[in-house]
Structures are given as C-alpha cells and as structure tokens.
C-alpha cells in the first residue's frame, strides 16, 4: 500500500501550512494513522497519530498546541494542520498507516509509509 502525501512547500516562521495523505483504494479506515518527519542531518522522529475514526490523538511535545491531526474521507485521508511554523519545523515529513487501531508512537508499529513531502520554514 502505497500512501500519497502532499502540501509541504516553503513558508517563513509564523505561518501555516497544511499536509494531507490518502489511503489508495480506502484501505486504512480501520488504521491508525500518523505522521512521523526527519529534519535534516536527524533521525527520522514522532510527530501525530490519531486512531481509526479519529479516536484517540498524540502529538509530541514539539507539536502540541501547534499542530492538529484530523482523519476525513471515511478516514482514508489524513491531515496534519500547521499552525505558528517555526525554521525547526523543517523536515520531510512522513504519512504512516498503522498496524492497529490505537495510534501509536513509535514507528514499528506502522507498516506502510507515504514518500514523504518536504516542509520548508525560513526565519
């Protein structure tokens, strides 16, 4: 299962942007789903996960209050709302489908993975 992201672009700090990824065929209404990114030169880190028909979120530390998660299309279709972007925002920014239902933090528990959409912020 291939997933689709899109939305990442460049923005100057303070500003919002809005990513989005798409289950092919709907097959991640059951799933949960997150999105992880790997800033620059970084390991690959958590960012948002919501549960199948949005049940349940966890954001990390950096995110919260910050950035929302949301599950639309019958919950085929996830989307991360960035608000108040900082440069340390910059990353590639990674759509995951996970084995279960409950979201989850860790990226072992996600089996299929979107190609990532670059998220630029400049100061």
């Known amino acids: 299962v291939q997933l689709q992201a899109s939305g990442g672009g460049l923005v100057q700090a303070g500003e919002s942007l809005r990513l989005s990824c798409t289950c092919p065929?709907?097959?991640?209404?059951?799933?949960?789903m997150g999105w992880f990114r790997r800033p620059p030169g970084k390991d690959r880190e958590f960012v948002a996960a919501?549960?199948?028909?949005?049940?349940?979120?966890s954001y990390s530390d950096d995110a919260k209050g910050r950035f929302t998660i949301s599950r639309e299309n019958a919950g085929n279709t996830v989307s991360l709302q960035m608000n108040s972007l900082k440069p340390e925002d910059t990353a590639t920014y990674y759509c995951?489908?996970?084995?279960?239902?409950?979201?989850?933090?860790?990226?072992?528990?996600?089996?299929?993975w979107g190609r990532g959409t670059q998220v630029t912020v400049s100061s």
């Open positions: 995951a489908a996970a084995r279960g239902s409950l979201p989850a933090v860790d990226s072992a528990s996600y089996n299929y």
């Open positions: 065929r709907r097959t991640c209404s059951n799933n949960a």
């Open positions: 919501i549960g199948w028909r949005g049940t349940g979120t």
